[in-house]
Each structure stands twice: as structure tokens, then as C-alpha cells.
């Protein structure tokens, strides 16, 4: 396990959350002098964010990777498309991106509004350009066991579990959800063979009968399903690990704006049972924009001949 694993585990010892900041900071921090070391040898790294329409938690979303990026030394270029765009035009802008020398990296932020086929979007990105890691070719590589870009909230929730000595090999993990976002890709990743993996993995979703008694099962449990806390304190296993990868806004007339946060997990009767969890905010979120820094350097890497290994 890396040096930045084990400080984040001396400053968490003993409270049981697992909190992605420290280690998606110390990954940043980084990132940051291999990018400078990087640029001073060929160029900068550069991402194109687009976005499309007024999406408020899109726009926030999009800002804070934004600002990520020129933390670690990663130069962006963001898109901003109006509502009206139709799917012609912002493929075509796809296309000059990818034709685009100097861009590294596109992610298109999701949702897509109607009219525009979210599949169609993200296929038409470059294999070489997806820092997403959504497209057909490197999911296909991921479940190939030779992954190229792996998607930024599985890998960097692999990266939790290895920063805080969670042993996968041999153990019973649960996926709550089948996204290509998150849950399938999670699942090859745990399933995969040597560390990290190696577990046995039971996928859920929406159709599965008898979602309690398998979750209660899971030695490790990743909740991605969308659910405001869905996943309740009964429904856990004396000592699991839990992961919670759910942003869910819910109202809340003593907030500030009127709503807050919480996750698909019911944070105050789990953490009960739980030997270590991820809070909503705070756990899965920082480490996602850190993996998207992390492939945009290597999509660099890669695209000026300077070696296939990451940072």
C-alpha cells in the first residue's frame, strides 16, 4: 500500500468512516509534480469539459473539476452548450475535439438533456480521449482483465479500499445497482484477479427478490443505486464495509438552501453495524474527480509516447 494509505489511515484510526479528501488530496498533490515534471518534458495535460444545458448540480459538478484540474497543472477548456443544442451539433463538436492535438481528454457532463442519446454521446468519443473510461472499447478492455480507463468512481473507490487495508480476496461483496457508471464496472473490479480483487461478487438491482437477505450477506457492500438511503441498519452484516456512492438531494427545511445531501445508505443505523463507512458527503465523491485527474495525465502520457505507466 502507498505512504499517503497508510498517513490517511494514522489521522482516521479507530472512528470507523472512510474519508476520501485526505486521500484524494494526497493523490492530487502528486499528480501535480509528475504534471509539472511532465510539462516541462512535452506540455500540460489538457481536458475539455462540456456540458450541455443549465443543470444546476451539472454546473457544479463541471466547476469543481474544473478548478481540480488547474490545482494539479491540468490545462481545461470548458464547453458550455445551451439547452437547445441538438445531438448533430454537439457530436460534431465531439468530433473536432477528438481531431483536437492538444486535447488529452472529454468528458461530456451527464445528464444530456432530451433529445440527445446519452449512448450515442459517449461512443462517439475517442477510446484514446475517454477519461470517463464509459466507452464500449475500454469497458470491454476492463472486463478483459487489461484495463486502459478504468470509470473514475470505481477506481477510486478501489483506491479506498486498498488505503484502508479492506482485503477483498476471498470475501463476499455486493453491488447495489448495474450502471456502467458504477455498478458493472465495480463488480469486474472486485471480481478481477490479484489485489483488489478476487473477491465474490453478487450484483443487485431493481428486479432482484429478496434484496435484504443478500445484502446481509456482503462482507463488502458498495450502494449505487440512486435510493435515498435505501440500505438500512438491518439490512447489514455485523462488521461490513460499506461504501455509498449515492448523492441524493432531499428536502430539509432547517438546511440553509432547503435541502441536503444524504446517500443510498441510512448512514446513523449502519454505521452501527458497520466496521467502517463512507459518509455522504466526504467519501466516494473527491476520490471520482481525483481518478479523472489521474486518467487525463495518462491519456497525455499516451497520446505523446511518454510510457503506459500512471502516475
Known amino acids: 500500500m502507498s505512504a499517503w494509505g497508510k498517513e490517511s489511515l494514522m489521522v482516521r484510526s479507530g472512528d470507523g468512516l472512510i474519508l476520501g479528501k485526505p486521500i484524494a ?25 462540456v456540458i450541455v444545458g443549465e443543470d444546476p ?29 441538438g445531438q448533430g ?6 468530433d473536432s475535439l477528438n481531431a483536437d492535438e492538444g486535447t488529452d481528454g472529454i468528458l461530456v457532463q451527464m445528464p444530456l438533456p432530451a433529445g440527445i442519446d446519452q449512448q450515442t454521446v459517449i461512443e462517439r468519443i475517442s477510446p484514446a480521449k475517454d477519461v470517463d473510461g464509459l466507452h464500449p472499447f475500454n469497458l470491454g478492455r476492463l472486463a478483459a482483465g487489461s484495463p486502459r480507463f478504468v470509470p473514475c468512481t ?9 488505503a484502508y487495508e479492506v482485503s477483498t480476496r476471498g470475501r463476499h461483496a455486493v453491488v447495489v445497482g448495474r450502471s456502467v457508471l458504477v455498478g458493472k464496472p465495480m463488480a469486474l473490479l472486485l471480481a478481477a484477479k490479484g489485489p483488489g480483487g478476487d473477491a465474490t461478487v453478487t450484483i443487485c438491482h431493481s428486479r432482484t427478490g429478496g434484496l435484504a437477505s443478500i445484502v446481509r450477506t456482503a462482507d463488502i457492500l458498495v450502494a449505487a443505486v440512486g435510493s435515498p438511503r435505501m440500505i438500512t441498519g438491518e439490512m447489514v452484516k455485523e462488521g461490513a464495509v460499506v461504501i455509498d456512492v449515492g448523492v441524493n438531494r432531499i428536502d430539509d427545511a432547517s438546511a440553509k438552501r432547503g435541502h441536503r445531501l ?13 466496521s467502517l463507512i463512507t459518509p455522504v458527503p466526504g467519501g466516494v465523491g473527491p476520490m471520482t474527480v481525483a481518478m479523472l485527474m489521474k486518467n487525463t495525465y495518462q491519456a ?11 502516475a
Open 57 to 85: 448540480a451539472s454546473r457544479v459538478y463541471v466547476g469543481t473539476k474544473v478548478k481540480v484540474a488547474a490545482r494539479c497543472g491540468i490545462h481545461s477548456s470548458l464547453v458550455e452548450l445551451p439547452e437547445s443544442t
Open 154 to 162: 470505481p477506481a477510486g473507490i478501489a483506491v479506498l479500499l486498498d
Open 25 to 49: 488530496d494526497a493523490i492530487l498533490e502528486d499528480l501535480a509534480g509528475s504534471i509539472a515534471e511532465f510539462g516541462r518534458l512535452f506540455r500540460p495535460p489538457k481536458l475539455a469539459v
Open 89 to 94: 451539433d454537439l457530436l460534431g463538436l465531439l
Open 262 to 274: 444524504c446517500g443510498d445508505v441510512d448512514f446513523d443505523s449502519v454505521r452501527l453495524r458497520a
Open 300 to 310: 497525455a502520457r499516451w497520446a505523446l509516447g511518454a510510457g503506459h505507466d500512471g
